[in-house]
């Protein structure tokens, strides 16, 4: 895409009730002490959280709190992380976790408000080298339950007995930890909520595809600096459902609407470039830098999680749904608490096992050929290691595809320690340059 033409542009309405949600959302962790709410630290596994359906549960995860401290005050985050290092966790950990382990042992958040202890640790049952850890220092600082879970992952063939195997081990895994929490804390697990919202998660899902398609028009409506206001709403930062199915139904209005009036989301647009998991949280204004390029970012891997597993489908060129198992029963015939964990860690949403070939090879090059891509900049992180595995082989394939890549090296999306912001903006300019773009504003 090479064109002069410019695009009509205009700030999302929706962009301020999206930040008063996020509001709510750190309220709630906030007043947990005072209204005796319980505190559940890494409340999201990937599928419907059944972390949702305790009514005396508040649920805070690492993710969103760490990268808003990196994007909104590099004094605290620095401060938090230091904080951290000097009890013997090296930058290998994820730059998130630093930042909330530092804000746990200094004692107080970014406002000066205390810091709201856990009160019980799920963390992810997740392949990412450090989900898992995340819930130990939590549990060594006071000495509150902690659950952990196994998510094993084969290479090779597919096998769909051994998949229903290790699926049974983790419907196993959850269904005690629900029965665990309600003894321990006294507390009971709504069953019947829980059964009803799959339904809603799976039409939340839809929203985030619609999303992705919508995107693929010329201009796009929104870029990922856009999407990056509300992938999280409903997953990581967890939100009463009844409140996030107007939200996301209002947002998908809004974007089509803006598809249909050709609004775009930078109004010089003749280039795209797509990138792989997260951004530096600290340093979001080189996306803007490479708007005067005319160049928007389409989103990643990461931003469009709200969708859930998809695929790009070739012949009707629109993403969709991928299926990677199809549950025994259909959600219309799950009545218990056993039927709905089982159809969440069995069904396309839910736990992946054997994966590796699409996620890591394929997924990245039907990403660009979707979004009709013309190049790529993918970080080479030095913590958080699973966010970077196999990241130059994916730059490889997008080369041979025609996509320019640009890679760059910093700590990790949540840290700022060793990204050299001006080298970075150096390496943007010859890489744009290289391509015959010059700056247009």
């Given at each position: 895409m090479s064109?002069?033409?410019l695009?009509?542009t205009?700030?999302?309405?929706i962009?301020?009730?999206a930040?008063?949600?996020?509001?709510?959302?750190?309220?709630?962790?906030?007043d947990?002490?005072?209204?005796?709410?319980?505190?559940?630290?890494?409340?999201?596994?990937?599928?419907v959280?059944w972390?949702d359906?305790f009514?005396?549960?508040?649920?805070i995860?690492?993710?969103?709190?760490?990268?808003?401290?990196?994007?909104?005050?590099?004094?605290?985050?620095?401060k938090?992380r230091?904080?951290s290092?000097?009890?013997?966790?090296?930058?290998?950990?994820?730059g998130?976790?630093?930042n909330?382990?530092g804000?746990?042992?200094l004692?107080y958040?970014?406002?000066?408000?205390?810091?709201?202890?856990?009160?019980?640790s799920v963390?992810?049952?997740?392949?990412?080298d450090q989900?898992?850890?995340?819930g130990?220092?939590?549990m060594?600082?006071?000495?509150?339950?902690?659950?952990?879970?196994?998510?094993p992952?084969?290479?090779?063939e597919?096998d769909?007995?051994?998949?229903?195997?290790l699926?049974e081990t983790?419907?196993?895994c959850?269904l005690?930890i629900?029965?665990?929490?309600?003894?321990?804390?006294?507390?009971?697990?709504?069953?019947a909520s829980f059964?009803?919202?799959?339904?809603?998660?799976?039409?939340?899902?839809?929203?985030?595809?619609r999303?992705?398609?919508l995107?693929?028009k010329?201009p796009s409506?929104?870029?990922?600096?856009?999407?990056?206001?509300f992938y999280t709403?409903?997953?990581?930062t967890?939100?009463?459902?009844?409140?996030?199915g107007?939200?996301?139904?209002?947002?998908?209005?809004e974007?089509?609407?803006?598809?249909?009036?050709?609004?775009?989301?930078?109004?010089?647009?003749?280039y795209?470039?797509?990138?792989?998991?997260?951004?530096?949280?600290?340093?979001?204004?080189?996306?803007?830098?490479l708007?005067?390029?005319?160049?928007?970012?389409?989103?990643?891997?990461?931003?469009?999680?709200?969708?859930?597993s998809?695929?790009?489908n070739?012949?009707?060129?629109?993403f969709?749904r991928?299926?990677?198992?199809?549950?025994?029963k259909?959600v219309?015939?799950?009545?218990?608490?056993?039927d709905a964990?089982?159809?969440v860690?069995?069904e396309?949403?839910g736990?992946r096992?054997k994966?590796?070939?699409?996620?890591?090879?394929?997924?990245?090059?039907?990403?660009a050929?979707?979004?009709?891509v013309?190049?790529?900049i993918?970080?080479l992180?030095?913590?958080?290691?699973?966010?970077?595995?196999t990241?130059?082989?994916?730059g490889?394939?997008?080369s041979?595809?025609?996509v320019?890549?640009?890679h760059?090296?910093?700590?990790?999306?949540?840290d700022?320690?060793?990204?050299d912001?001006?080298?970075?903006l150096?390496?943007?300019?010859e890489?744009m340059?290289?391509?015959?773009?010059?700056k247009?504003?």
């Amino acid at each position: 895409m090479s064109t002069n033409q410019l695009w009509e542009t205009k700030p999302l309405e929706i962009w301020d009730r999206a930040k008063a949600l996020r509001a709510y959302w750190q309220q709630s962790i906030d007043d947990s002490a005072a209204d005796t709410k319980l505190l559940l630290a890494h409340g999201n596994t990937g599928d419907v959280s059944w972390r949702d359906y305790f009514s005396n549960l508040n649920i805070i995860e690492d993710n969103p709190v760490g990268a808003m401290m990196a994007s909104t005050s590099d004094e605290f985050s620095r401060k938090s992380r230091l904080a951290s290092e000097v009890r013997g966790w090296g930058r290998e950990i994820c730059g998130y976790v630093q930042n909330c382990w530092g804000a746990q042992f200094l004692g107080y958040q970014q406002d000066g408000s205390v810091f709201p202890y856990r009160d019980l640790s799920v963390p992810f049952t997740d392949p990412c080298d450090q989900h898992t850890k995340r819930g130990q220092q939590c549990m060594d600082l006071s000495p509150i339950p902690r659950w952990g879970g196994d998510w094993p992952i084969y290479l090779g063939e597919d096998d769909p007995a051994r998949d229903k195997e290790l699926i049974e081990t983790r419907v196993w895994c959850t269904l005690k930890i629900i029965a665990d929490i309600e003894r321990i804390f006294d507390t009971e697990f709504d069953d019947a909520s829980f059964i009803n919202d799959i339904k809603t998660e799976r039409e939340r899902s839809d929203h985030g595809i619609r999303i992705m398609n919508l995107m693929t028009k010329t201009p796009s409506p929104l870029s990922q600096k856009d999407l990056y206001s509300f992938y999280t709403l409903g997953g990581l930062t967890r939100l009463p459902p009844e409140i996030l199915g107007d939200f996301w139904q209002a947002l998908i209005d809004e974007i089509q609407w803006r598809a249909d009036h050709q609004i775009a989301a930078v109004g010089n647009e003749r280039y795209r470039y797509m990138e792989a998991h997260p951004s530096p949280w600290h340093f979001l204004k080189y996306m803007r830098y490479l708007e005067h390029y005319g160049a928007v970012c389409i989103g990643s891997q990461y931003s469009q999680m709200m969708a859930g597993s998809v695929s790009w489908n070739k012949e009707t060129k629109e993403f969709e749904r991928r299926v990677i198992r199809k549950p025994e029963k259909d959600v219309e015939n799950v009545k218990t608490r056993e039927d709905a964990v089982r159809y969440v860690l069995t069904e396309a949403r839910g736990h992946r096992f054997k994966d590796d070939e699409y996620f890591r090879k394929n997924e990245i090059t039907d990403f660009a050929e979707g979004f009709g891509v013309q190049g790529a900049i993918l970080a080479l992180w030095r913590g958080g290691v699973g966010c970077t595995l196999t990241r130059k082989e994916q730059g490889l394939r997008l080369s041979k595809m025609g996509v320019r890549v640009l890679h760059y090296e910093g700590s990790q999306p949540g840290d700022r320690t060793d990204l050299d912001e001006k080298r970075f903006l150096d390496q943007i300019d010859e890489w744009m340059e290289c391509q015959g773009l010059q700056k247009i504003s």
